[in-house]
């Protein structure tokens, strides 16, 4: 009788999804909202949070936007202080991890979109290794404003774990 048991548990371990690769839904994308430059020329900054609540890691490859030409992942930090930006190639999100994209630290930087003052929000497409690509709305909050669109609020502070490229913000 005990024999007819253990396929029976593991057949049923799978398909309730425990094998080793947790499932892409566990990855969320929360509190995006976009800044447009103060002046209304140059670059708008993206930011958001990726909580990773499974059991493998991300990595943000990049980002679009049908309001944008393109978007680059940025890293700011001050050094000596002065400050610096770099461009960021990858974005890693460990198994259990939070990465926070937010001003002074990651952040996306939206080249080339006029129209951000939209009430609508404006659609980030993300995009990660392995071909996986998420969708988000994200608010548009001018410069010491209130978010605006797709209303997902402030982002919470917090420091995010970045591709390895400059050092972190201070």
Known sequence: ????????????????????EAPSGQ????????????????PAGGFLTLANGSERGYRLTGASSP???????HRSW?????????????????P????????GGLHLMIFDAPDLDAAGGVT???EFAGGERREVKAA????????????HGHPETGSGAGGGDPPPTR
Do not use: D, F, K
């Not at 990855?27 to 140059?42: C, I, K, N, T």
């Not at 309001?67 to 992942?73: K, L, N, S, V």
């Not at 259990?96 to 001003?103: A, H, I, S």
């Open 27 to 42: 990855l969320e994308v929360r509190e995006a909202w976009v800044e447009p430059p103060a002046s209304g020329r140059g």
């Open 1 to 20: 009788m005990s024999r007819g048991i253990l396929p029976l548990a593991l057949v049923l371990v799978l398909a309730c999804g425990g094998g080793s």
């Open 96 to 103: 259990g991890e939070t990465v926070r994209l937010e001003p």
């Open 140 to 151: 548009v909050r001018p410069a010491g404003g209130e978010p605006r669109g797709a209303g």
């Open 124 to 126: 980030l497409r993300l």
């Open 78 to 94: 001050i050094e000596n202080g002065v400050a610096h930006m770099a461009r960021v190639r990858q974005l890693a999100i460990p």
């Open 67 to 73: 309001a944008a030409g393109r978007i680059e992942i």
